[in-house]
């Protein structure tokens, strides 16, 4: 079974602690995605990576950083955490571009104090 | 201008019943189309994709009108485990595969 794992469900920190959301798919898939999920927002695009290494801003990238050092792992750094960054953030693969399945891992629901 | 609107609900429907949700795209290059169920506190999950020719699974059918730039889901005799938040998402291909999604549409199925 197709499987992307979030290290954390739930995150309780304080204001201006460093955050690391980590995320690892193994079904081999080249893109992987973070979303953050606000009620009446939907999901909003944070970064995405096509490739090992490689990034491409989303809609919502201040405040946020992205490492993809190993083609199944993809990481979300809160460099600051803010008040505003508490939100449900969840990460998803897909197999190729452009018409491709959107597989999510369970969500990490961070709360910044 | 969203990307993708739908409204947001929510749809309180007895078991049984008939539900269709529709969803409009503004970007006329989306090439894939795609409905994802969410429960609440959990992740999105794919459903159906949505085919130019339309395409049924079930009690469920979806539709795509590319002249009007919506497509729809209709469900068919409605189960109270059908009570979920369902998305609608657009891919354009040419846009670095990046997905649009709608903020939702609420489904209630009561007993």
Redesign the interface.
Known sequence: DVKVTQSSRYLVKRTGEKVFLECVQDMDHE?M?W?RQDP????R?IY?S?DVKMK?K?DIPEGYSVSREKKERFSLILESASTNQTSMY?CAS?P???????F????SRLTVL | RKEVEQDPGPFNVPEGATVAFNCTYSNSASQSFFWYRQDCRKEPKLLMSVYSSGNEDGRFTAQLNRASQYISLLIRDSKLSDSATYLCVVNTFYNFNKFYFGSGTKLNVKP
């Open positions: 893109n995605f979303y009446g927002l939907g999901l695009l995405f096509y491409e989303g969840l897909s190729w571009a452009g018409a491709g399945e959107l999510f891992g369970e969500g």
